[in-house]
């Protein structure tokens, strides 16, 4: 695994973080532009809007909440721009992504839960390419293991530990991640209740990481006794999940005029 791929010139550089991340950003603009349920909902304009939009809201809430916890690891202030080579918290990413989202559908007249459906489908192929970039980088790298299918990092750029035995905790992720894409494409063949998938996306992504957590050597602890309990991120994972069984509970009870119904994915 190597960190950089082809040198360019001084600190600009190819690397397998920003190739991992912008392949998978091209498949999952793909599998958008081709959505038929989506194409009920916002036009090809708007969607460009909605992207740009939330590539923006995606970056600076991940970064800022990478920042926020390594901030004593950055060592002059042009580091906090260096998103190329990794350093962004996916969790981060998610919460400022919502947010952008909602904001756009309420800004256009555009059905809130049907839009999150339609778009939260594809984001777990999304983060599992983003994942697999971290695994090339040294980034997110999990704790030491003894088992077969520990990974050692030997490229002196990495950001993992050389030469010691760790758990490719990038690789659960990823893997997580596809089984999770999978399901949502299995429940949305379903045709169910607007808000279905983004509860399911919340529920899955949260449990996710709460678990694969465990094994992650970067985590992050509160100051407060009681909240050591827990990582900040799995802290985090935990209101995803909490959150998604309220939406998920409250779906039923949504008047039929409020919902749009699904287009066939």
């Not at 912008?22 to 599998?31: E, T």
């Not at 949504?254 to 919902?259: A, G, K, Q």
Request: charged residues 10%; proline residues 6%; positive net charge.
């Amino acid at each position: 695994m190597y960190r950089e791929l082809l040198p360019i010139w001084g600190p600009i550089s190819i690397n397998s973080f920003g190739l991992c991340i912008s392949i998978g950003f091209m498949f999952f603009m793909q599998l958008i532009l081709r959505s038929s349920a989506r194409k009920a909902l916002i036009s090809d304009q708007q969607l460009n809007t909605l992207l740009l939009g939330g590539i923006a809201a995606t970056l600076l809430g991940s970064r800022t909440l990478y920042l926020v916890q390594n901030w004593h690891s950055l060592h002059s202030w042009t580091d906090i721009f260096a998103i190329s080579d990794g350093g962004l918290s996916i969790m981060g990413g998610i919460l400022s992504c919502i947010i952008w989202v909602w904001f756009f559908s309420i800004a256009h007249h555009i059905p809130t839960l049907p839009l999150f459906d339609t778009l939260v489908l594809d984001v777990p192929m999304l983060q599992a390419f983003g994942r697999l970039g971290c695994f090339c980088a040294g980034c997110c790298h999990g704790t030491t293991c003894n088992s077969w299918h520990a990974v050692t990092y030997t490229d002196p750029k990495s950001f993992a530990p050389l030469h010691i035995p760790l758990h490719p905790t990038q690789l659960y992720s990823a893997l997580s991640l596809l089984v999770i894409c999978l399901i949502l494409y299995l429940i949305a063949r379903r045709k169910p209740a607007p808000g279905t998938l983004l509860g399911v996306y919340l529920l899955l992504s949260g449990a996710e990481r709460f678990v694969i957590d465990f094994w992650r050597a970067d985590r992050e602890f509160m100051p407060h006794h009681y909240l050591k309990l827990f990582s900040l991120h799995q802290w985090l994972a935990l209101l995803f999940i909490m959150v998604a069984f309220m939406l998920l509970m409250l779906i039923p009870r949504l008047r039929p005029s409020r919902i749009t119904t699904h287009e066939p994915i």
